[in-house]
């Protein structure tokens, strides 16, 4: 039922027509013939009508359009049932086959082709070397087949002379493995011999080279050669060079070797030449004419040319007492010998051709525990019903096949539909179809049947002719109602008395006429020939002909005639398809005269008859497209519908299925058998595939946010148990590191240096600050037991010295920490032994004067002033003010400054004794601090800063700034910088006026 195609083409499959009438079938196959449309549906069958014209609808994009597709997706075509036959395969695992049939020139051998291709065209997409060259000897071998197996016959100009039956092997992948070609040739029965030609022989002749032809003693002209005479009336194509060079190379892929090569052309030539013999009679013996002929094939053949003519002359005859005589033969024997040797060349060659083939092509080292099943694919290229004016013996084989395969359409359509709908209890319109059994029983059946009637006569000694045995037929098939002849019928003018008789077949009548019945169906061939051959130095002749080593003295069984042995193949060969799943493909030939436009009614209608079509349409319509057991049914839909999916609360799994096709509205296009869904169209399986395609990639989404979802959560567990491990071990290395610098720091009270030594354990990131902290503690711990042992008259230089350590942080060379602070040096009897009672003395008024409860710092240094003048001063700062005095004049104060003023001051981070205090009035006082005797190199800047900072901190912060360069002073609310200069020869420090306000002079040492 296919889609895309308009009406105007006609219904796209038979099913669809209004009513089953052979006017409207016609009229449907006419308009799409007429409207390029070649194929149409009966259901899977196909029934195709020789287009002969080249159709543009075999390319890549089609197989492409086809490949993998539903047979209703898309117009009718070859590809469909191909792709069909090869699903079901590979989805399967099932055997198919395709079945062609037709009459000559329908186009099956075309069909057949196209069928290969296709099947070449979608599998192996890995391009896998191996089964590239598998499938390339497949495509060859229907080249080299053809070329010799087929000919020009005045019903068409390519007519295959044999039937060919194809299987194609698979692996458990759909790749193909190899195959096995069955042929059944029907060129004896078919009268081959004058008037037919051999498309091999033509094939050599006009297409073999000039150098070639001559060593095979030939001429490049067909119409020499009797046998080809014919066929050289056709017109002669440039193809035929080209195509001659294609079978040879065809011949090379497949595996021939140039001496077998050269062995077939050999045999043709000698077949061409054995054609032309012609005797003569002097009313006595019988000669050849012409014994140059003889010499050139008994060359070809590799045999001797007296054997040669004495074969064609004579026949040996053994007597009942062992002894052989010749018998000469009359002409006509000879004439009938000549052409049955030929003949039989022919068929061996080919015969061996095939077999060649076959054992190349034939599955090899097939394991299927390693390789899985081994799936084939048949595809049937056979004769279709021949009804001629005159019928002869072919005429009679051939409808005898095509009743067998009938037989296989009944048994395996019809039959099995049937008896499947009886099975599932389905309602079912019976069909009334014409059982054909009862034909077939009529040319087989044993004792009774024709060919064995035929099998008798031929076995009667004595002289029986047709005629005998046409009465011997009348006397024992008087009863059958399909049988019938003149004397049966005597007043049927359409046969004439001893010579015809009729076989009503299913489809149609067929008049046959009993001459020459019994000679081919003897197939006689005397023996000298088969001896003749196979004494032949040709290797590959000799192989063909193994039953003429036979010494003429064995009895041996009779061979089977002709009509047995085709008979054996073709039960053979229904047995073969019986156990596949078929495929159909009905050809018809529009017309007799290969055009591409006549549409001959009569001749259609009649191969519509009897290819059955009508009644097949009539299964179908009455039949379901397609039935499945109901679980396959529910898996396959069952997300389609919500009381069904994801699986269903329902009795059985029929009513599920029910649930699904109420669902969708399918309610009267299905049935319910006992443990199938039938459904009747495929455009409801179609709406079922779509839905299904539709929600699958949903349900695949939400597969996938399911298990992400269990895969997050895994390694969120996961995580969790991580981060809890993370946390006891962290918590143990916390504790771990208390216990150890609990440890550690157990006895720090009693250690001489209260744990100073102690090592501190490294702590763990996460006590970094903690550790911080208690290293902290610990220092803090460490210095409140050194400070409280220290007597509180030391605390005053204590806390100067701390208060300098932290003032000048570092960044003053020498700060004099190693000495004891004396602080009030002027005072000192050991550092000035001469001044210091009357600095006391001094000292003591001004205490009382101003009310100064502390010396921070006293001694003598040198100072200059804002006119450079610089003098030695004595220098004593209380707690209250800051006192220059004149030590030359017992220390009279010459300035008073309170201490409040003071804002800062600063110092250089050298040795020498600078030190500029900064006053809130910008009027700084610059000094050099002089040594006295108690500690002459020491310095005394620290102790200086220490005490000022000391007493400041208390009250307000003091900035001590260490210069690395000039120190900058104001006087007067003027800039100055001091600089510091060492000066060799100069004996004590002293300050000198600069460009930019002083330079201290220090001396050397
Ligand atoms: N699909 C097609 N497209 C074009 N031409 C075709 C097609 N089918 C058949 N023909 C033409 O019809 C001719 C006969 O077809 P084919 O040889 O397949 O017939 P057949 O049924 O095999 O006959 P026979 O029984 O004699 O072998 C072909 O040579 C070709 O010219
Ligand atoms: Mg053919």
């Not at 050269?262 to 077949?271: F, K, R, V």
């Not at 319109?429 to 004792?447: A, M, T």
């Not at 209380?878 to 001051?905: A, H, M, S």
Request: charged share 25%; net charge neutral.
């Amino acid at each position: 039922m296919a889609e895309l195609e308009g009406l105007e083409f006609g219904k796209s499959d038979f099913v669809l027509l209004d009513e089953v009438t052979m006017e409207q079938f016609m009229e449907n196959l006419k308009l799409r013939f007429e409207k390029g449309r070649i194929y149409t549906y009966i259901g899977e069958v196909v029934v195709s009508v020789n287009p002969y014209r080249q159709m543009d609808i075999y390319g890549k994009d089609t197989v492409d359009a086809y490949r993998g597709r539903e047979l209703y997706e898309n117009p009718p075509h070859l590809y469909a049932v191909s792709d069909a036959a090869y699903k079901a395969m590979k989805r399967r695992a099932k055997d198919t086959c395709i079945v062609i049939s037709g009459e000559s020139g329908a186009g099956k051998t075309e069909a057949s082709k196209y069928i290969m291709q296709y099947i070449a065209a979608i599998t192996n997409p890995g391009q896998r070397a191996e089964v590239e060259s598998v499938k390339n000897v497949l495509l060859k071998s229907n080249c080299v087949l053809e070329a010799f197996g087929n000919a020009k016959t005045n019903r068409n100009d390519n007519s295959s002379r044999f039937g060919k039956y194809m299987d194609i092997n698979f692996n458990f992948n759909g790749e193909p493995t190899g195959g096995h070609i069955n042929n059944y040739l029907l060129e004896k029965v078919r009268g081959w011999v004058g008037g037919q030609d051999d498309g091999g022989a033509l094939n050599l002749l006009r297409g073999g080279s000039d150098e070639m032809l001559e060593s095979f003693h030939l001429q490049n002209d067909p119409a020499v050669y009797i046998y080809t005479r014919e066929g050289a009336a056709t017109v002669t194509s440039n193809n035929d060079r080209s195509s001659h060079k294609a079978v040879m190379s065809a011949l090379g892929v497949i595996g021939f070797s140039n001496e077998e090569i050269n062995s077939i052309y050999q045999i043709l030539a000698s077949i061409l030449l054995l054609g032309n013999v012609q005797f003569e009679t002097d009313g006595e013996s019988v000669q050849i004419l012409g014994l140059e002929a003889i010499d050139h094939i008994a060359e070809l053949t590799a045999t001797e040319a007296d054997s040669v003519i004495k074969s064609l002359l004579f026949r040996t005859v053994a007597t009942g007492g062992g002894e052989v005589i010749e018998k000469g033969h009359t002409e006509q024997d000879a004439c009938f010998g000549r052409d049955a040797f030929a003949k039989a060349l022919y068929e061996r060659l080919f015969c061996w051709i095939v077999n060649r083939i076959n054992s190349v092509i034939e599955v090899k080292d097939y394991n299927p525990v390693l390789h899985g099943k081994n799936t084939v694919i048949g595809v049937l290229d056979i004769y279709g019903f021949e009804i001629f004016e005159n019928n002869s013996f072919e005429q009679f084989c051939i409808n005898y096949c095509n009743e067998k395969l009938q037989q296989l359409f009944i048994e395996l359509i019809l039959r099995q539909e049937q008896g499947e709908y009886q099975r599932e209890g389905i309602t079912w319109q019976h069909i009334d179809y014409f059982n054909n059994q009862i034909i077939v029983d009529l040319v087989e059946q044993p004792h009774k049947g024709i060919i064995s009637i035929l099998d008798e006569a031929c076995l009667t000694v004595g002289k029986v002719t047709d005629t005998v045995c046409l009465e011997s037929m009348d006397t024992k098939l008087a009863q059958h109602p399909h049988y019938t002849s003149r004397k049966l019928s005597p007043t049927d003018k359409t046969m004439d008395f001893q010579k015809h008789f009729r076989i009503r077949h299913y489809a149609g009548d067929v008049t046959y006429s009993v001459e020459g019945f019994l000679d081919k169906n003897k197939d006689l061939l005397f023996q000298d020939f088969k001896r003749l051959m196979y004494n032949s130095a040709d290797p590959v002749l000799k192989e063909m002909w193994p039953d003429g080593q036979l010494s003429i003295t064995e009895v041996t069984k009779r061979p089977l005639t002709a009509a047995t042995l085709f008979k054996n193949s073709i039960v053979a060969l229904v047995d073969k398809l019986g156990c596949k799943e078929p495929y159909y493909v009905r050809c018809i030939k529009p017309n007799e005269m290969k055009s591409p436009v006549l549409f001959d009614d009569a001749r259609c209608q009649h191969q519509v008859a009897y290819l059955g079509l009508m009644e097949n349409v009539m299964v179908r319509r009455a039949g379901f497209a397609y039935r499945q057991h109901y679980a396959r049914v529910l898996q396959r839909y069952k997300m389609t519908c919500e009381y069904t999916w994801p699986n269903h609360l329902m009795a059985s799994d029929r009513e599920a299925v029910e649930a699904i096709v109420t669902q969708h509205g399918f309610q009267d296009d299905v049935a319910y058998g006992h443990t199938k869904l039938f459904v009747r169209t495929p455009r409801s399986l179609y709406t079922l595939e779509q839905e299904r395609a539709a929600l699958i990639p949903i349900l695949v989404l939400f597969l996938q946010k399911v298990w992400r979802g269990a895969l997050a959560r895994m390694r969120c567990r996961r995580m969790r148990a991580i981060y809890a491990i993370m946390g006891c071990y962290k918590r143990y290395k916390v504790k771990a590191h208390f216990w150890e610098v609990e440890s550690r720091f157990a006895n720090v009270r009693t250690m001489a240096d209260y744990g100073k030594s102690v090592e501190w354990p490294n702590p763990p990131a996460a006590l970094s600050k903690f550790h911080k902290n208690t290293v902290m503690l610990h220092r803090r711990w460490w210095a409140r037991q050194i400070v409280k042992n220290i007597p509180p008259s030391d605390m005053l230089e204590v806390r100067a010295k701390v208060a300098a350590l932290t003032a000048l942080s570092g960044e003053r060379k020498d700060w004099g920490v190693s000495r004891a602070w004396e602080r009030d040096y002027l005072a000192n009897a050991r550092d000035c032994p001469q001044t210091s009672s009357s600095f006391i003395r001094v000292s003591k008024d001004l205490r009382n004067k101003d009310m100064y409860s502390q010396v921070l710092f006293s001694g003598f240094c040198r100072k200059v002033n804002r006119f450079n003048k610089s003098t030695d001063r004595g220098l004593l700062i209380t707690d209250k003010c800051v006192y220059k005095l004149e030590p030359n004049k017992q220390y009279k104060v010459l300035k008073r400054l309170p201490l409040d003023i003071f804002t800062g001051l600063s110092v250089t981070s050298e040795v020498d004794q600078m030190v500029a205090l900064h006053t809130s009035s910008q009027d700084d006082v610059l000094l050099c601090l002089q040594r006295g005797e108690l500690c002459t190199n020491q310095d005394r800047v620290g102790e200086l800063v220490g005490a000022l900072v000391d007493h400041f901190t208390r009250k307000v912060h003091f900035p001590v700034k260490v210069c690395r360069s000039a120190v900058q002073v104001h006087m007067r609310g003027k800039v100055k910088n001091v600089t510091v200069e060492t000066r060799p020869g100069q004996t004590n420090a002293d300050f000198k006026k600069s460009r930019d306000g002083f330079i201290l002079l220090v001396p050397a040492n």
